[in-house]
């Protein structure tokens, strides 16, 4: 027999051969059943302090980046019995006008790297990329997986990308991204999440935002199963970021439920559970509030 590959062991050890249909009923159930009672102020107060408030525009610039910034340091003013948002999220270009203009402890600055979103390019320009980042200011790097070399099999070439990448990261914590309307069926995003969290992920993330198909229920339920049966393997503690197409409130209250439901206490702090939007801060902002507010 072929000696398995030390991916194939790592898949090997647990169940991925998941039915659609049967998550997609398990889901059903547990949002019917479990998101009203989640559906309160204190709740909301939490989702505002785990939003990384995100500009990835074609349009952003240094004056644009640098007002973004301005307003988290503002809010921290106006608003200062509520938590402040977890992160700031910006190209790599930005990483030193954030980094030099943030003055709120505890906001970290994520880039998205590793030629993001399509992740299609030398591994040496997306090392370089990602180091540079980091040297910049970056605390935290937000990466792709390859899909196309998932999607072909070729998951030694996805993982040896991860692992290089974590490796140009340092001490900063790096968030893979799936790209979980791509991959389709939940079979695929539980493998995609084994292989990153196996090749050195610290979070898994659904979504860059700008595909089709961006963050669902589904690939969240999947995801956070799968970091569950990780860390009762290993130990290993991986966070979990919904990102593209949070629109609503109800959204964040969902995927909150689904982390308390399936993770647990543990992970419901804005260390491990993370949102990536921006429509959203304003949002829960105004639910908090009371009256509608644009603030960011």
């Keep these: 027999m072929a000696e398995l590959s030390k991916y194939e062991e790592a898949l090997a050890k647990y169940n991925v051969e998941l039915d659609d249909a049967q998550v997609a009923s398990a889901v059903r159930k547990l949002i019917a059943e479990k998101v009203p009672e989640n559906d309160t102020l204190e709740v909301k107060k939490f989702l505002m302090g785990s939003v990384e408030l995100t500009t990835l525009k074609t349009t952003d610039s240094e004056e644009s980046v640098l007002a973004f910034t301005e307003k988290v340091n503002e809010f921290d003013a106006t608003y200062p019995d509520l938590p402040h948002v977890a992160t700031i999220c910006v190209y ?3 990483a030193k006008v954030v980094s030099q203009s943030l003055e709120v402890d505890g906001v970290e600055v994520a880039c998205v790297s590793g030629s993001f979103p399509s992740s299609q390019a030398l591994i040496e320009v997306k090392v370089a990329e990602t180091a540079l980042a980091v040297k910049d200011g ?3 790097i937000d990466i792709v997986m390859p899909v196309g070399k998932f999607l072909s099999g070729d998951y030694e070439g996805v993982c040896d990308d991860i ?7 340092g001490a900063a914590p790096m968030k893979v991204i799936l790209e979980t309307g791509d991959l389709k069926t939940a079979s695929n995003i539980k493998k995609a ?6 090749a050195g992920a610290d979070y898994i993330k659904t979504s860059t935002g700008k595909e089709k198909i961006s963050a669902t229920p589904e690939a969240a339920y999947v995801m956070c199963q799968t970091i569950k049966e990780y860390y009762d393997e290993t130990g290993i503690q991986i966070g979990f970021k919904p990102a593209g197409g949070l629109n609503t409130v109800s959204d964040a209250l969902i995927y909150y439920t689904i982390v308390k439901e399936i993770l647990g206490e543990k992970w419901l702090t804005n260390k491990w559970f993370r949102l990536g939007t921006s429509r959203l801060a304003n949002l829960l902002l105004s639910e908090v509030v009371g009256k509608e507010v644009k603030f960011f």
Excluded: D, G, Q, R
């Design 163 to 169: 692992a290089e990448l974590k490796n140009a990261c």
């Design 193 to 198: 999440s084994i292989l990153s969290m196996y």
């Design 92 to 94: 790599p270009c930005f």
């Design 138 to 140: 970056a605390t935290e």
